[in-house]
């Protein structure tokens, strides 16, 4: 952080002083003097050069550590940004520093300006800091977009960073046409360019091009080198599980938290860049306590400051060295380095299943607590199986009941056939529930309640965490089926609707008709204890031998 102020203080300085050309040249050159005086001097050129030594050093560093790429599309552009600089910079520096320290040219703004104006480079001299104050800028944001005072400040801090350039281009074109009209400065100007000064600029470009391959060289190595630690990582095939909530992955040891949640695209909230100064991507260890390198001083310090409990750990700082299971703190959206997956919401004709408990509290005596846990986990996820296997999308899964939407993509009919087979599936799971439970254990007793209308759908959230909601006729009357299949202890509840949609005859059963307020006409279901389970290729059938199958299945 500190060697990063202090060269975003120096690009600073330096666009201010390209500013100071709209006031005049003169301006600029006292600008440049005072700047000469403290960047050119010992202590100036140490903490200078030491500060650009040091932060790239921190930055290749950064480069090895980090085990995956995927990232936010800010942060890839602030690193990206970082290593782009130096290209720009080591040209500069060959022709203003390395000029006045080899050849003695002078680095006054109006021999540097006027050669570059001569030369036809006003261009690139314009895009010069560019780099660097973008990459500051966003490094900046990063790292204090939290804070109360930066976010008081957002809106003076983003006129600045957005004026400060303009301005600096602006004067600096200024000074440029201040120059062209002034033909001794340009005559001096051509006299340098001329080819009786080739072998000084010939010298001055092999260390330019020197100082280039060097840097490039380096930056090569850097990968080379987290390649091969990635290599010997993969081949020790030591990978370790994380669990988040509802996913588990498989990593290398070495990765951290928030690198693995970035590996396989898992909403993982982080606003710092991974430097420990946000605690956005803190998370709760809820199992591998163990396996816990302690934090260090960084992290350490992030997590006091918001007066974290003991359980709870920087996703970007910590690696664990163990199977662990962790929950994020901080919800965010979505990804923000992947393009969103397309989000279902308006109004459409669905099909809605319910399926209610009705026995929890029998099932509850005589066993204990985990007993009744654990029938009622293989009772959800087998239900939600078999509702996901038939195209079904989960809307809420609550202790007693749970709630499916099919056709939230559109098309009435396939939404229909896709709702009764999966009721079709549920009594099977249930089936095969009771037969674990045994004969001398209570029967899981379950209503499904199915029908189809009209509805708003809208998607809730995103990622693994989202939901969809419906409202209308459809949950409405679907509901009030609910009440009545309860009431008069019946396993299924099916509207005539579901079966007309699915191009089938409803079957020999109980029909009730219910009145819903605000409609005219009442919504017809059939109630029974046997499921409608129809063939899985039905939809190849004619509507007689449809009406045939059902026939068949419910007499069965």
């Known amino acids: 952080m500190v060697s990063g102020l202090i060269l975003f203080f120096y690009i600073g300085v330096h666009l201010l002083n390209h500013a100071l050309g709209l006031i005049s040249l003169n301006a600029a050159e006292a600008g440049m003097n005072i700047a000469i005086e403290v960047w050119y001097s ?27 790429f995927f990232l936010p599309p800010a942060e890839l552009i602030r690193i ?8 720009v910079l080591i040209g500069h520096a060959a022709s203003t520093r ?22 036809g480079s006003q261009g690139w001299q314009l895009g010069l800091m560019a780099p660097g104050w973008l990459h500051g800028c966003l490094g900046l944001h990063f790292a204090f977009s939290r804070r109360p005072t930066f976010r008081q400040l957002r809106l003076v801090l983003f006129a600045i960073a957005l004026l400060l350039p303009v301005l600096a281009g602006l004067g600096f074109i200024a000074m440029g046409k201040e ?11 051509m006299r340098f360019l001329s080819p009786e000064n080739a072998a000084e600029r010939l010298k001055i470009a092999q260390w330019k091009d020197g100082l280039l391959n060097g840097y490039f060289a380096i930056i090569g190595a850097a990968f080379v080198a987290r390649e091969i630690r990635n290599l010997f990582e993969r081949r020790r095939n030591r990978l370790i599980a994380i669990t988040y909530p509802g996913r588990t992955v498989r990593v290398p040891v070495g990765w951290s938290v928030l690198e693995a949640s970035r590996g396989f695209h898992l909403p993982h909230a982080s606003m710092c860049g991974g430097r420990a100064r946000c605690s956005t991507c803190r998370v709760r260890v809820t199992a591998g306590d163990g396996d816990c390198p302690e934090p260090a001083a960084d992290e350490q310090a992030t997590l006091e400051r918001i007066g974290a409990e003991s359980d709870v750990r920087l996703a970007c700082q ?20 992947r393009p969103a997956a397309p989000r279902h919401s308006g109004e459409r004709d669905i099909a809605v299943l319910y399926c209610d408990f009705r026995n929890r509290s029998d099932l509850a005596v005589n066993r204990l607590p985990q007993d009744l846990l654990y029938i009622l ?27 499916a939407l099919f056709g939230v993509d559109g098309g009435s009919v396939r939404a229909s056939q896709r709702a009764l087979q999966a009721a079709g599936a549920i009594g099977g799971v249930i089936a095969d529930l009771n037969n674990r439970l045994g004969p001398q254990g209570e029967n899981l007793k379950v209503t499904v309640s199915i029908h189809a209308g009209r509805g708003a759908i809208s998607e809730i959230g ?21 009440k009545v ?32 307020p605000g409609f005219d006409e009442p919504v017809a279901a059939m109630l029974s204890d046997s499921a409608p389970v129809p063939s899985p290729h039905w939809t190849a059938h004619g509507a007689q031998s449809r009406r045939t199958t059902l026939r068949r299945l419910w007499s069965g």
């Open 80 to 87: 990206a940004l970082g290593f782009t600089l130096p290209i």
């Open 462 to 482: 995103s990622g693994d965490g989202g939901v969809i909601l419906a409202v209308g006729e459809v949950i409405d009357a679907a509901n009030e089926m609910r």
């Open 98 to 119: 390395l000029a006045y320290e080899l050849i003695g040219f002078p680095s006054d703004y109006t021999h540097v300006v006027a050669v570059l104006w001569a030369a």
């Open 377 to 403: 986990t293989l009772y959800v996820e087998g239900i939600g199986n078999a509702i996901r296997a038939h195209g079904g999308s989960l809307s809420y899964v609550e202790t007693d009941s749970l709630c």
């Open 318 to 337: 910590w690696r664990p060295q163990g199977n662990v299971s962790v929950v994020p703190l901080v919800r965010t959206a979505r990804p923000i380095y």
């Open 485 to 516: 299949a309860a009431a008069r202890d019946r396993g299924f509840a099916v509207s005539v609707r579901v079966y007309g949609d699915a191009g089938l005859e409803p079957a020999d059963a109980e029909k009730v008709m219910l009145r819903l």
């Open 42 to 68: 010992v202590p100036g050129t140490i903490l200078l050069y030491g500060a650009a030594g040091l932060h790239f050093l921190m930055a290749l560093w950064a480069v090895y550590e980090r085990r995956t």
């Open 179 to 189: 120059i062209a009209a002034n033909q001794e400065l340009m005559a001096e100007a």
